[in-house]
């Protein structure tokens, strides 16, 4: 039960944060923000990091979403699913950083 309830709470988190980080409202959670300098920050089009941020954090929302669903349940695909979702993530996480640095 208790697995089933931080799971749950974490997708709540995650889903909050990624709709602060599309509204780009509060702290920008992006690498680019916090290895950049300074002045880095203070020129830094924060679009495109906001939405990055904004992407990850709702798939890692839907990767809990899915562990609870299959803690709930005891449904074997759903791990599959789920394993999928992380694999998605990743690969996105990796290829939008590269896009993101080649605009710049």
Request: charged share 15%; hydrophobic share 50%; with cysteine.
């Amino acid at each position: 039960m208790a697995e089933f309830a931080f799971c749950l709470l974490m997708a709540a988190a995650a889903y909050v944060t990624s709709y602060f980080q599309f509204k780009e409202k509060g702290l920008l959670l992006n690498n680019a923000w916090f290895y950049a300098s300074k002045e880095e920050r203070l020129k830094m089009d924060k679009t495109p990091h906001y939405h990055q941020s904004g992407v990850i954090f709702s798939l890692m929302g839907t990767i809990f979403l899915l562990i609870t669903i299959q803690i709930a349940t005891g449904l074997k695909w759903v791990f599959y699913t789920y394993i999928a979702v992380i694999i998605a993530t990743v690969i996105y996480a990796v290829v939008s950083s590269i896009r993101t640095e080649r605009k710049r």
